[in-house]
């Protein structure tokens, strides 16, 4: 469930008046920028820049990236944005990396629906005149690159419908993949970036019965292989969604200084979508709420601000 | 004179009034006895024309209607027999002693008719449902209907593309990249789940220091496949799989610029490489090579079956100037309601080709 506070009645022009007002003379208002947006859904923000636009024939977006600066701006700039154009900014950034954030992307091709995917891939070609898939194998090489290309460009089946037979069939053909080590990339990545997700998770229920264990645990996590990583995540985006997303948080927030990005990331684009269970998550795995340990860990309006996305009064 | 004729008529009319009813006879007799001749003598050839009429209306892609019409409302059941007697690439004597249909005749005759309905029924399909079908087709039949597979991928537009796996959701309750990454086990499989998950972008920008050095990998991927294939090639795959349509023109001249020759001349052996190629920077040239082979002597099913595919789904603009080159073939090789079908989209490219 969505963790952000939107009023019943809203009057675009009025927002956007405020933000004007916000943004004009000395300095900036950011607590008013951040008690308008941080209480309107997308659609809602997208209404709030078109109103802007025509009364005073300037881009909303740009003004702000001009007032506002360091983690506030680039929370309030992701947040503004619509969330196709968000992914295929954060696709953009994840992939010009020197050293590509893999997880960025398998967490976007894994995490979203199938038609959402299709509309970050349409967003991406508006944006940057390539394809996503283009860039993903332009940056990349080997196996990480069939990998994430795979997962991309998938189109999954959307059904509900659930082969038993095959579950459990691939549930073996994945179990021999992992323990031989030799690893037929082939067969992983066929069925990681093919099946529909009901059928993944069925196929990860059968190996979870068949083995004991869960897949995540054969699949190392400290190993220094890329590719071994990218799979574990891939295959924890598909499995479990929330459950991923709580250890990103607890991830970042741990860390000695913050990981902003990591915690920008999660907190804007799943703030409308499953924040809440995800917050239940974390404060069952933790025994703190993550509102507390994200105010203890962060400052001043990128505090005020993240706060209100997870639903804090103001 | 008068009194010549006059006795001459006398004559006749006493001889004409004595001998008519042994003429009349005689007659009667000379015809049977000819008519009789005539079986006899032509158990093989009865009626000719109409022999050469049936041969004609079922040889050929399609079937001549008209001609069939013709023949068959002659109700009349010996003209039939004699018929069957001289189509002996239809009918086979049996050793009961009658003319029987040739079984493989019969198969024919049913992949003949169908064309027509499949040309109905495939133009009139929505065009994602179509492309669904035609890979669904095409994925099950194997190996050598893969080129199928390559030219729905290549030859759509990103959102065709899409749409067709959209619809293959609804028919199938599988994604397309799903069934061809099970059923497809060979080198293949790389090339063919990329191409049909591709969403390419189309705007005409492109890069030329890319294309140039993407021509130069090309290059040296396909002057190494004596060591190891290009399909297996990442980069080649890569390269044909991601990158836009205008940028792989780009490459495609580049790739001439700098060696001399086209990307398809050092792909003669690998013909879903070549394809691909084709389908994705010269459409024109493939599709002039689908109707060629289709249109001859010894052309296959699967040959013949393109022509069907080709005119139902793409758009006349592409199959412009098609039409002046095979017109003369497709007069001479293609008949009936089938015929005009062809003749009649290709015409529709002429003029909006012009337009």
């Excluded at chain 1, 460009?153 to 030799?182: M, P």
Aim: with cysteine.
């Amino acid at each position: 469930m969505a963790t952000i506070d939107v009023p019943n009645q809203v009057s675009f022009l009025e927002d956007a008046e405020a933000l004007r007002k916000a943004c004009q003379g000395w300095g900036t208002d950011e607590k008013a920028i951040i008690s308008v947006l941080g209480h309107r859904n997308a659609a809602q923000r997208k209404q709030i820049r078109l109103a802007y636009e025509e009364l005073y024939q300037e881009d909303l977006i740009k003004r702000l990236e001009s007032e506002l600066s360091g983690d506030f701006e680039r929370a309030v700039y992701r947040w503004i944005l619509d969330p196709a154009d968000r992914d295929a900014v954060l696709a953009n950034v994840a992939i010009r990396k020197s050293s590509p954030d893999h997880h960025v992307i398998i967490e976007i091709s894994c995490t979203r629906s199938p038609e959402e995917l299709l509309a970050v891939r349409r967003a991406y070609q508006a944006r940057y005149k390539h394809s996503l898939e283009e860039d993903v194998a332009a940056h990349t090489k080997g196996d990480i690159r069939k990998l994430l290309v795979a997962l991309v460009s998938a189109f999954r089946y959307d059904g509900e419908e659930i082969n038993t037979r095959l579950a459990n069939s691939e549930a073996e053909t994945l179990h021999d993949a992992i323990k031989d080590k030799a690893f037929n990339h082939e067969e992983v990545i066929r069925i990681l970036s093919t099946r529909s997700k009901m059928q993944l998770m069925a196929t990860f229920n059968r190996y979870r019965d068949n083995q004991s264990t869960s897949i995540t645990k054969n699949l190392p996590g400290a190993s220094g292989d890329e590719f071994l990583l990218a799979l574990r995540t891939a295959v924890r985006c598909l499995n479990d969604p929330k459950k991923y997303f709580e250890k990103v948080l607890r991830s970042s927030i741990k860390r000695t200084g913050t990981d902003e990005d990591a915690l920008t990331r999660v907190i804007v684009t799943r703030a409308e979508k499953d924040l809440k269970e995800i917050k239940n998550l974390y404060y069952k795995r933790n025994s703190v709420p993550l509102d507390q340990a994200v105010a203890k860990d962060t400052s001043g309006d990128y505090k005020a601000f993240l706060l209100t996305l997870m639903g804090k009064e103001d | 004179m008068t009194k010549i004729t006059s006795k001459v008529y006398i004559n006749v009319g006493r001889f004409g009034v004595s001998m008519a009813p042994f003429l009349f006879i005689a007659l009667v007799i000379l015809r049977l006895f000819l008519s009789t001749l005539h079986n006899s003598k032509t158990k093989k050839m009865a009626h000719p024309a109409d022999v050469q009429l049936l041969n004609k209306a079922l040889s050929g892609i399609g079937v001549d209607e008209k001609s069939l019409i013709s023949i068959l409302t002659k109700t009349h059941h010996e003209h039939k027999r004699f018929i069957r007697k001289g189509c002996s690439q239809f009918f086979i004597e049996d050793e009961r002693q009658f003319e029987r249909w040739d079984d493989s005749a019969i198969k024919n005759l049913k992949v003949e008719f169908k064309r027509f309905k499949d040309a109905v029924m495939l133009s009139l399909m929505h065009p994602w449902e179509r492309d669904a079908r035609l890979l669904k087709k095409a994925l099950k039949k194997g190996p050598q209907l893969y080129g199928v597979i390559v030219e729905i991928a290549c030859t759509r537009s990103s959102d065709e593309l899409l749409g067709a796996r959209k619809a293959y959701h609804s028919l199938f309750e599988r994604s397309i990249e799903e069934d061809l990454a099970t059923h497809v086990k060979g080198t293949e499989r790389k090339l063919l789940v990329a191409l049909v998950s591709a969403y390419r972008y189309e705007g005409p920008k492109v890069k030329e220091d890319t294309a140039k050095s993407e021509a130069k990998e090309l290059l040296q991927a396909i002057n190494n496949r004596d060591k190891r294939k290009p399909i297996e090639d990442e980069e080649v795959i890569r390269i044909l799989t991601t990158r836009s349509k205008p940028h792989l023109r780009e490459v495609y001249q580049q790739y001439k610029k700098i060696s001399g020759k086209t990307i398809t001349e050092g792909l003669e052996a690998e013909i879903l490489l070549k394809e691909t190629i084709e389908c994705l920077c010269t459409p024109h040239t493939y599709f002039t090579k689908v109707f060629e082979t289709a249109l001859r002597e010894d052309a296959n099913e699967d040959d013949k079956k393109a022509l069907t595919r080709l005119v139902s789904t793409q758009e006349a603009g592409n199959l412009k100037g098609i039409s002046d080159k095979f017109a003369h073939k497709i007069e001479e090789r293609v008949k009936g309601a089938y015929k005009d079908v062809l003749l009649g989209v290709l015409a529709k490219g002429q003029m909006s080709g012009q337009a």
